[in-house]
């Protein structure tokens, strides 16, 4: 190695020994560092802020609720002065309520008729078939309708340009068809 480099690096390291006695001391209580002081640490403050409002959620989530509360139904207003008593989720099985006792074929037959949606009557193969529930059907065909678990059968029984009949065990009822 030649001199000059040796000469160069004896003097950077002579130059990083002896600066900081020839350099003024910054003074601990002095103004301008306690407002350097204050300015990094809002800013760690702000900065660890903004952090723990993104992960908080992911950390700590909150719970959904165990039944979510349906946008679409406006619950009843309960005045300021009353509450509503707390209701405890109970395990027991919910009692199906059957339909009343004194409830006879023909109202039953009227009531499941006013559901049927009747989009009309056409002809096939010469035979006249009424479309129920977007399905064809002919005279003597089985209609079903109610609950999925207990399904009534309904008869289409007649059937002519003005009106149908259905059948219920003994009772019947006329529907008419409108134009």
Do not use: W
Not at 44 to 51: D, F, G, K, M, V
Not at 68 to 93: I, M
Not at 115 to 120: A, E, Q, R, V
């Amino acid at each position: 190695m030649s001199t000059l480099p040796r000469l160069l690096a004896t003097l950077g390291l002579l130059a990083s020994v002896l600066a900081p006695a020839f350099l003024p001391a910054a003074e601990p209580g002095s103004p301008a560092n306690a407002a350097d002081v204050k300015r990094v640490t809002d800013r760690y403050n702000l900065t660890r802020a903004r952090i723990s409002a993104l992960l908080d959620q992911r950390l700590h989530p909150t719970p959904l609720p165990a039944i979510p509360q349906n946008p679409f139904y406006q619950s009843p207003q309960v005045p300021a002065d009353e509450t509503l008593p707390a209701t405890t989720p109970d395990n027991t099985e919910s009692i199906l309520v059957p339909e009343a006792a004194d409830l006879s074929d023909i109202d039953t037959l009227r009531k499941y008729a006013a559901t049927l949606k009747i989009s009309g009557v056409i002809i096939r193969n010469g035979v006249p078939n009424l479309t129920v529930n977007n399905i064809p059907c002919k005279v003597g065909d089985i209609i079903t309708v109610g609950p999925k678990d207990r399904p009534i059968y309904l008869k289409l029984v007649g059937l002519n340009t003005a009106e149908f009949t259905l059948e219920l065990n003994q009772a019947s009822l006329s529907v008419p068809l409108r134009l």
